[in-house]
């Protein structure tokens, strides 16, 4: 497919005569992170007119996609990921370009991204996520008698989602957000991360290209291109837009919270966003295994550069115990070379959050280099901080998320203070407790604690590394996530794109297949408060 630097809206990109209006900005092109090179081609940003054009589209599209069958949507999803995989070669060769990553990792990604989309086709196909309810009627109850009430989850409408800088395969253009929204039946407009907008439009293009194979109508996906803000503010604040999908900053999150809260008619936002990813090592673990912990540690906090959402930042150990880690990963540190950023911008934040942390007069810091940002403008070091658990508590600041490859090592004076620095956190995504089996039964308080706290506990191990499944919880508390309910990762995403509807008292003909007593689809239902897959009698 040859990139034309143009969104894609409708059967066609959009025309490069049309662009004008409000959101009319010079073109942009993605620049290489390894070399500083500009990529071709110049991608131009969508303007007002082409904002109003995709918008209606899905709007008229969503009375037809929002009614089909669990297996024609299904369909499409498997035919996007077919497409994708065709492309891969493509995909990981521009993506590399755009981003730096390494080429094994964008191949994984390729792969996490169509198992994700057919994950979510077997949802929809088996059909049971719709969670229908039947309570039949009791004509005969006294003193009032009962209608035949009958509920299940129905598509929201268009939603707008905006792809995110570190992962430009699964959380962007067909990423999550995406194969969620669609497989629960609602259009979806994409906003592409201007980081990497050639892999955007590649997938862009199968995806359009899917949605043609299937005959349905062409406002079920649109990808739209900025620079800057303007386009995803359009979106947000668009009235036929339903719901908003983002990763990102706390930063930018928030603001999209703000946007759409502040709509004439508010909608929902689920955004996920800032995370330090708390690691408690206790006495036991860190005698047992103190090496070996420093140095898997180690490697998921540089994990890609330490741009990853589920970057353990945050490490609370014991006091005597904390100069010895901290030794321990600056072996590890001096040993490693410079990380790659994946814009100029990421690199920049990170030097200036690392001074600051370096100047607020209760960190300690150690890096591999003279500076965090020596050399190329995307270039940067592992950078190590330390501080005590009375300073976190007096500078709570000190907690939040640095995006890029460090962490803050937090002494605990004892058992009391470790549960008081706990108690003190603010939402994450997760947080892991490394402990032998007498430190779980003296910590026990602390499990308690943190699963207030975060939306996945890990025993032993390390938060890098989100599996795509049914039981994952990729969410947490505020400022994690904009809404602690929901998980961007796994099946239950699609949760977030749908809504309960009830009918009473309809007849047969003109319920849902889902909710009709015949049970054409076979699904799990909730009849009269039992689980069942049985028909009913007419």
């Given at each position: ?7 894609i809206?409708?059967d066609?990109p959009?025309?490069?005569g049309?662009?004008s209006?409000?959101?009319?900005d010079?073109p942009?092109?993605a620049?290489?992170p390894a070399t500083?090179?500009r990529l071709d081609?110049?991608y ?5 007119e082409e904002?109003e054009?995709a918008?209606?589209?899905?709007e008229?599209?969503?009375p037809?996609?929002g009614q089909?069958s669990?297996t024609?949507?299904?369909?499409l999803?498997r035919?996007?990921?077919k ?29 996490r ?9 077997e ?6 996520w ?12 006294t003193?009032?008698p009962?209608?035949?009430l009958?509920?299940?989850l ?5 939603v707008v989602?905006?792809?995110?800088s ?5 959380f962007?253009?067909?990423?999550g957000d995406?194969a969620s ?9 994409v906003?592409?991360h201007?980081a990497?907008?050639?892999?955007s439009e ?10 043609r ?9 649109a990808?739209?291109f900025?620079k800057?803000?303007?386009?995803g503010?359009a979106l947000v604040r668009h ?17 999209l ?6 709509r004439?008619?508010p909608?929902p936002?689920f955004?996920?966003m800032s995370?330090?990813?708390?690691v408690?090592?206790?006495p036991?673990a ?7 912990i420093?140095?898997?540690?180690y ?5 890609g550069?330490?741009?990853f959402c589920?970057?353990?930042g945050l490490v609370f150990?014991?006091?005597?115990e ?5 030794d ?8 490693s070379?410079s ?8 690199a920049?934040?990170?030097s200036?959050?690392?001074?600051e942390r370096k100047?607020?007069?209760?960190v ?15 270039t940067t070091?592992?950078?190590l ?8 508590e007096?500078?709570?600041e000190?907690s ?9 090592l ?6 009391e203070q470790a549960?008081?620095?706990a108690?003190s ?6 947080a892991?407790?490394?402990g032998?089996?007498?430190?779980f039964?003296?910590y026990?308080d602390l499990?308690?604690?943190?699963e207030?706290?975060v939306?996945?506990l890990?025993f032993n191990?390390y ?6 499944s049914?039981?994952?919880v990729h969410?947490?508390?505020?400022p994690?996530?904009?809404d ?11 949760f977030r794109?749908?809504r309960?509807?009830?009918y009473?008292n309809?007849?047969?003909h003109?319920l849902?297949?889902?909710l009709?007593n015949s049970?054409p ?9 039992n689980?069942?897959r049985?028909?009913l009698?007419?």
């Amino acid at each position: 497919m040859t990139l034309t630097g143009q969104s894609i809206i409708g059967d066609m990109p959009a025309n490069r005569g049309q662009q004008s209006g409000t959101h009319r900005d010079a073109p942009f092109a993605a620049i290489n992170p390894a070399t500083g090179e500009r990529l071709d081609p110049e991608y131009i940003s969508a303007s007002a007119e082409e904002v109003e054009r995709a918008t209606s589209a899905a709007e008229q599209a969503f009375p037809v996609y929002g009614q089909l069958s669990g297996t024609e949507k299904a369909g499409l999803l498997r035919e996007i990921a077919k497409g994708l995989e065709a492309m891969r070669d493509s995909l990981v060769e521009r993506a590399n370009l755009e981003t730096a990553l390494p080429v094994p990792r964008l191949q994984g990604e390729v792969a996490r991204t169509v198992n994700q989309l057919r994950m979510f086709a077997e949802v929809v196909e088996e059909g049971s996520w719709v969670m229908a309810r039947i309570d039949r009627a009791l004509p005969s109850r006294t003193p009032l008698p009962r209608p035949d009430l009958r509920s299940m989850l129905r598509p929201l409408g268009p939603v707008v989602v905006f792809g995110a800088s570190n992962f430009p395969l699964a959380f962007s253009v067909a990423g999550g957000d995406t194969a969620s929204a669609l497989a629960a039946g609602n259009p979806v407009l994409v906003k592409a991360h201007p980081a990497h907008p050639g892999t955007s439009e590649l997938v862009g293009q199968a995806i359009a290209s899917s949605v043609r194979a299937a005959g349905l109508p062409s406002g079920v996906f649109a990808l739209l291109f900025d620079k800057e803000t303007g386009v995803g503010t359009a979106l947000v604040r668009h009235p036929r837009m339903k719901a908003v999908g983002f990763t990102g900053s706390l930063a930018a999150g928030r603001a999209l919270m703000d946007l759409a809260a502040a709509r004439p008619g508010p909608i929902p936002c689920f955004a996920e966003m800032s995370s330090a990813n708390p690691v408690f090592i206790l006495p036991g673990a860190l005698r047992q295994r103190g090496e070996q912990i420093a140095k898997d540690l180690y490697a998921s906090v540089t994990l890609g550069a330490g741009q990853f959402c589920t970057k353990p930042g945050l490490v609370f150990l014991p006091h005597d115990e904390a100069d010895g880690m901290l030794d321990r990963l600056q072996h590890f540190a001096a040993g490693s070379s410079s990380f790659t950023m994946l814009t100029q911008g990421i690199a920049a934040q990170f030097s200036r959050t690392v001074t600051e942390r370096k100047h607020s007069g209760h960190v300690q810091c150690r890096t591999t280099s003279d500076g965090p940002n020596a050399g190329s403008p995307f270039t940067t070091h592992a950078t190590l901080l330390i501080t005590d658990a009375a300073s976190l508590e007096a500078r709570p600041e000190l907690s939040q998320e640095i995006f890029g490859p460090s962490a803050l090592l937090v002494s605990c004076a004892d058992r009391e203070q470790a549960l008081r620095a706990a108690e003190s956190l603010q939402g994450h995504l997760t947080a892991s407790i490394h402990g032998t089996a007498e430190d779980f039964d003296r910590y026990r308080d602390l499990v308690a604690i943190l699963e207030r706290k975060v939306g996945r506990l890990i025993f032993n191990g390390y938060p890098t590394g989100v599996e795509v499944s049914h039981a994952m919880v990729h969410g947490g508390p505020y400022p994690a996530t904009s809404d602690s309910r929901s998980t961007s990762v796994g099946s239950q995403a699609i949760f977030r794109f749908a809504r309960p509807v009830c009918y009473q008292n309809f007849p047969e003909h003109a319920l849902p297949q889902e909710l009709r007593n015949s049970n054409p689809r076979g699904i799990w239902r909730m009849v009269d408060g039992n689980m069942t897959r049985e028909s009913l009698a007419e």
